[in-house]
T-cell receptor, first 109, second 114 residues
Framework: GQNIDQPTEMTATEGAIVQINCTYQTSGFNGLFWYQQHAGEAPTFLSYNVLDGLEEKGRFSSFLSRSKGYSYLLLKELQMKDSASYLCAVRDSNYQLIWGAGTKLIIKP | IAGITQAPTSQILAAGRRMTLRCTQDMRHNAMYWYRQDLGLGLRLIHYSNTAGTTGKGEVPDGYSVSRANTDDFPLTLASAVPSQTSVYFC?????????????FGPGTRLTVL
């Protein structure tokens, strides 16, 4: 079967750095997406990785290791507005997105 | 209109009733999707359409139907609602269906079936 694993919840302090991990086992791999979802709102796109390595976009970076079936999202200089759920999704061999359950990130002052 | 709109925002429905959730996008995207999101579970694909005039079944299609008569609209119909269909429903669209095509989401419809 296909499986995406993320921690259910994480807590971090304003101004700090947090790393949200995602491991996957899917039928094929055609890229990995990270989305942000604030409570009661729609998911919004953060990043896309298809090759191994780190992609940096402002305070957010995303890393991929295809051989390990592993990705992480790194958030720097945390702000209160970063409190949200972060969703990991893998595009499989059928080009459909398989979604993890999401990681709820709580930022404390 | 800018992006994707969904209607209604929320709905309480009696079991056995028929309900259509509406989705419209103005980005001229070819592909559209319907997902449901339940607590503790990832987004699950119900139905999708890669282009106007075609539709396909996702992971959880039973009890739902869709149509794609034109590029902009992708309604989702529950023929006879059951309590297990209580969920938040998101419509999404993407320019195409290649690996890098990003999906953009509507604001969602919160549906409660009693």
């Amino acid at each position: 079967g296909q499986n995406i694993d993320q921690p259910t919840e994480m807590t971090a302090t304003e101004g700090a750095i947090v790393q949200i991990n995602c491991t996957y086992q899917t039928s094929g791999f055609n890229g990995l997406f990270w989305y942000q979802q604030h409570a009661g709102e729609a998911p919004t796109f953060l990043s896309y990785n298809v090759l191994d390595g780190l992609e940096e976009k402002g305070r957010f970076s995303s890393f991929l290791s295809r051989s390990k079936g592993y990705s992480y999202l790194l958030l720097k200089e945390l702000q209160m507005k970063d409190s949200a759920s972060y969703l990991c999704a893998v595009r499989d061999s059928n080009y459909q997105l398989i979604w993890g359950a999401g990681t709820k990130l709580i930022i404390k002052p | 209109i800018a992006g994707i709109t969904q209607a209604p925002t929320s709905q309480i429905l009696a079991a056995g009733r028929r309900m259509t959730l509406r989705c419209t996008q103005d980005m001229r995207h070819n592909a559209m999707y319907w997902y449901r999101q339940d607590l503790g579970l990832g987004l699950r694909l119900i139905h999708y359409s890669n282009t106007a005039g075609t539709t396909g079944k996702g992971e959880v299609p039973d009890g739902y139907s869709v149509s794609r008569a034109n590029t902009d609209d992708f309604p989702l119909t529950l023929a006879s609602a059951v309590p297990s269909q209580t969920s938040v429903y998101f419509c999404a669209s993407s320019r195409g269906t290649s690996a890098a095509d990003t999906q953009y989401f509507g604001p969602g419809t919160r549906l409660t079936v009693l």
